[in-house]
C-alpha cells in the first residue's frame, strides 16, 4: 500500500492511526500542501480531487479519509475500528462525523487561505476563526459522549474506533492553535489514554519522514 500524506493534515493523521493500529505497512508518499504540491498535475493525476489522504491498495485508489479507515476495517485483518452491533457502529460514525464534517471544513488549510484573503484578516483574525470553530465542534463532541454514555476508555468503551482515530488529530490542531481545552475533559481524558498506544504515538506528525 502507498499512503499520500502530509504530516501536519489531521485527515492523513486518522488514517496514519488505523494503518498502525490494524498492522499495515505502507509505503509514506508526501505531498507538501503549503507547496501546492496537491494541485499540481502530478498528484491530480493519482488523485483528482487534489486532497490528502489517498490510499493506493492493490492497484486501486482510495480517498477520504473515513472511508478510507472503513475499507481498511473490511478488507483487511487486525484488530476492529467499527463495533460489530449496527447502533455501536452508527454512534463511531456519528462522533467520527462531528470532527469530519462539523470541524474540520472549517478550519482546513484551504478554508483558512480564502477567508485571509477575501476578508482581509491577519494572522490573530484567522486564528480567531479557528479557537470559535473548536470550541463550537469540541462542545458537540463533549456534550455527545456525556448524552451517549458509550464512552469508557476510549470513545467507545474500551474498544479503540474509528471515533479515536479522528479525536486525536483534531486534539493536536487545537493544541497546536493554543485552544483552551479545559472546557472538554472528557475528549482529553480520551486523548491522554489513546496516545499511550504505540499505533497513535507512531502516527503523529512529528514522527512523519516529511516532518524534517
Known amino acids: 500500500m502507498r499512503l499520500y500524506t502530509f504530516f501536519r493534515s489531521s485527515a492523513s493523521f486518522r488514517v496514519r492511526i488505523a494503518l498502525n493500529y490494524k498492522g499495515l505497512r505502507y509505503e509514506h508518499a508526501g505531498v507538501s500542501l503549503p507547496k501546492g504540491e496537491h494541485l499540481e498535475a502530478g498528484y491530480k493525476s493519482v488523485n483528482a480531487q487534489g486532497l490528502v489522504p489517498a490510499l493506493e491498495d492493490g492497484g486501486r485508489l482510495l480517498t477520504q479519509s473515513l472511508a478510507i479507515i472503513e ?10 475500528l467499527l463495533p460489530a452491533a449496527p447502533l455501536d457502529r452508527a454512534y463511531v460514525r456519528a462522533f467520527s462525523q462531528i470532527i469530519a464534517c462539523e470541524i474540520h471544513p472549517l478550519n482546513n488549510l484551504r478554508t483558512r487561505k480564502y477567508i485571509a484573503k477575501t476578508y482581509k484578516l491577519d494572522e490573530e483574525g484567522v486564528n480567531a476563526w479557528y479557537r470559535h470553530w473548536i470550541a463550537e465542534g469540541f462542545g458537540m463532541m ?4 456525556a448524552q451517549e454514555r458509550k464512552h ?15 479525536l486525536v488529530p483534531q486534539v493536536f490542531n487545537a493544541i497546536l492553535y493554543k485552544c483552551d481545552v479545559k472546557p472538554y475533559p472528557t475528549v482529553m481524558r480520551i486523548h491522554e489514554a489513546c ?9 503523529q506528525p512529528s514522527k512523519q519522514p516529511d516532518a524534517a
Open 152 to 166: 469508557g476508555k476510549y470513545c467507545f468503551r474500551d474498544q479503540v474506533t474509528m471515533a479515536d482515530c479522528c
Open 195 to 203: 496516545m499511550k498506544l504505540d499505533a497513535f504515538v507512531a502516527a
Open 142 to 145: 463533549e456534550a455527545f459522549l
Open 71 to 80: 475499507y481498511l476495517d473490511e478488507v483487511h485483518p487486525g484488530p476492529k
